[in-house]
């Protein structure tokens, strides 16, 4: 069965760190490239960070580069998202996301549960 099980999230003040973790399974996680996506109430769904499936690639939104680092552990299958120096406006629920591209057809695309990330003093 395939899963995206998230973990990390948690209340946490202005200008601290947390990480995210995403455990995949029931795929091949070697293959799929993943993603990190955050939602704020009445805000539209935000792409935050992105991670090729060899690891040699990764891009951020404009909003989190030099604060959010994302990396994948091939022999855990797990992908993560390092948030340092925190701000009211990162809060969110954040999900994790796994998408085969061009790898498999039809294209696959995965979805965690969502864990919620509250910034605040």
């Given at each position: 069965?395939?899963?995206?099980?998230?973990?990390?999230?948690?209340l946490?003040?202005?200008g601290?760190?947390l990480?995210?973790?995403?455990?995949?399974?029931?795929f091949?996680?070697?293959?799929?490239?993943?993603?990190?996506?955050?939602?704020?109430?009445?805000?539209?769904?935000?792409?935050?960070?992105g991670?090729?499936?060899?690891?040699?690639?990764?891009n951020?939104?404009?909003?989190?580069?030099?604060?959010?680092?994302?990396?994948?552990?091939?022999?855990?299958?797990?992908?993560?998202?390092?948030m340092?120096?925190?701000?009211?406006d990162d809060?969110?629920?954040?999900y994790?996301?796994?998408?085969?591209?061009?790898?498999?057809?039809?294209?696959?695309?995965y979805?965690s549960?969502?864990?919620?990330?509250?910034?605040?003093?």
């Open positions: 069965q395939v899963q995206l099980v998230e973990s990390g999230g948690d946490v003040q202005p601290g760190s990480r995210l973790s995403c455990v995949a399974s029931g091949d996680f070697s293959r799929y490239a993943m993603r990190w996506y955050r939602q704020a109430p009445g805000k539209e769904r935000e792409l935050v960070a991670i090729t499936n060899t690891g040699d690639t990764t951020y939104a404009d909003s989190v580069k030099g604060r959010f680092t994302i990396s994948r552990d091939s022999a855990k299958n797990t992908v993560y998202l390092q340092n120096s925190l701000k009211p809060t969110a629920v954040y994790c996301n796994a998408d085969s591209g061009s790898s498999s057809w039809p294209r696959r695309r979805w549960q969502g864990t919620q990330v509250t910034v605040s003093s």
